[in-house]
């Protein structure tokens, strides 16, 4: 059954680094979402893509973020300039067209130091 | 925006009883309701899910049901056994278009012990 895949699985960086998380979503998906998890507290949405456009973005997806889908196959998230409070999970989910489900990857644990 | 609340935030319960977790939604433009079990670790994964149009849905030992005009819906998991220990989230999202973020709740942590 595809998945949604993630690379790296663990990342660290120090302050004000920029860093660039990598998403292959399922292959027939469109519709690609960012989301982010602290550790130990609930899932929360960051962005949402579709047509090579943003669809939505939360108060999370500052400046400092952005999104793009460069190739055929990769969607990517980058942190300009990470900051402490940025260490968390960031899971990718993929959702076909039509459908409801969203599926995430396993995610990349990202710890700023 | 949407806010999702669940309750308990933890729930142990011994092997072969059930447990029910519940969440309140405040959008009423929302239209679907997933739930998704974690595990340490471990991604997401989606384990059931109601549309708006049905009042309950079931797949073995786990169902769902959904209250529209309360704003409620639930996660009943019946003869439960060690291996459904883990993080449980519900969610909501208005669908299919391009409005489809999940909000999701803060999770409960079920604990099955023997």
């Known amino acids: 059954e595809p998945e949604v895949t993630q690379t790296p699985s663990h990342q660290v960086t120090q302050m004000g680094q920029e860093v660039i998380l990598r998403c292959v979503p399922i292959s027939n998906h469109l519709y690609f979402y960012w989301y982010r998890q602290i550790l130990g507290q609930k899932v929360e949405f960051l962005v949402s893509f579709y047509n090579n456009e943003i669809s939505e973005k939360s108060e999370i997806f500052d400046d400092q973020f952005s999104v793009e889908r460069p190739d055929g196959s990769n969607f990517t998230l980058k942190i300009r300039s990470t900051k402490l409070e940025d260490s968390a999970m960031y899971f990718c989910a993929s959702r076909r067209p039509g459908a409801y489900e969203q599926y995430f990857g396993p995610g990349t644990r990202l710890t700023v130091t | 925006g949407e806010n999702v609340e669940q309750h308990p935030s933890t729930l142990s319960v011994q092997e072969g009883d059930s447990a029910v977790i519940k969440c309140t939604y405040s959008?009423?433009?929302?239209?679907?309701f997933p739930w998704y079990k974690q595990e340490l670790g471990k991604r997401p994964q989606l384990i059931i899910d109601i549309r708006s149009n049905v009042g309950e849905k079931k797949d073995q030992r786990i169902a769902v049901t959904l209250n529209k005009t309360a704003k409620h819906f639930s996660l009943h998991i019946t003869e439960t056994q060690p291996e459904d220990s883990a993080v449980y989230f519900c969610a909501a999202s208005r669908g299919t278009g391009t409005a489809s973020k999940l909000t999701f709740g803060t999770g409960t942590r079920l604990q099955v012990t023997l």
């Open positions: 959008d009423s433009a929302s239209n679907y």
